[in-house]
């Protein structure tokens, strides 16, 4: 199963620019966007496919864990050592709603 990148993501980083740095809660707490282009690359670098089938990661919390969108679009936090589904921990039901959360410069 192959999960599009969903179009708020993409229309946040055409808009924004790619996000690093804080959430105003926890989880995850630091976030940095990869590039659009270069998300497909990742996950296969990082076997998304093969370790945790029905998420499409997009983003790092710079702590060993990675930010992966499910095929409704909701936002899950899954560790890198021992990555798999069922280690995924909901954030968001959407990306706008997670990036809701981000300490922006307006």
């Known amino acids: 199963?192959?999960?599009?990148?969903?179009?708020?993501?993409?229309?946040?980083?055409?808009?924004?620019?790619?996000?690093?740095?804080c959430t105003r809660n926890d989880s995850p707490g630091y976030v940095v966007l990869w590039p659009i282009e270069d998300i497909p690359k990742c996950n296969a670098q990082i076997e998304m496919e093969t370790y945790a089938p029905g998420f499409l990661a997009f983003a790092g919390n710079g702590g060993g864990e990675v930010l992966a969108f499910d095929a409704a679009g909701a936002v899950y936090m899954l560790p890198l050592?021992?990555?798999?589904?069922?280690?995924?921990?909901?954030?968001?039901?959407?990306f706008a709603e997670f990036?809701?959360?981000?300490e922006l410069d307006d």
């Open 1 to 21: 199963m192959s999960i599009p990148i969903p179009t708020d993501l993409k229309n946040f980083v055409n808009q924004r620019g790619l996000f690093e740095g």
């Open 81 to 94: 050592v021992g990555l798999g589904p069922d280690e995924a921990i909901r954030v968001a039901s959407s």
């Open 99 to 102: 990036a809701g959360t981000f």
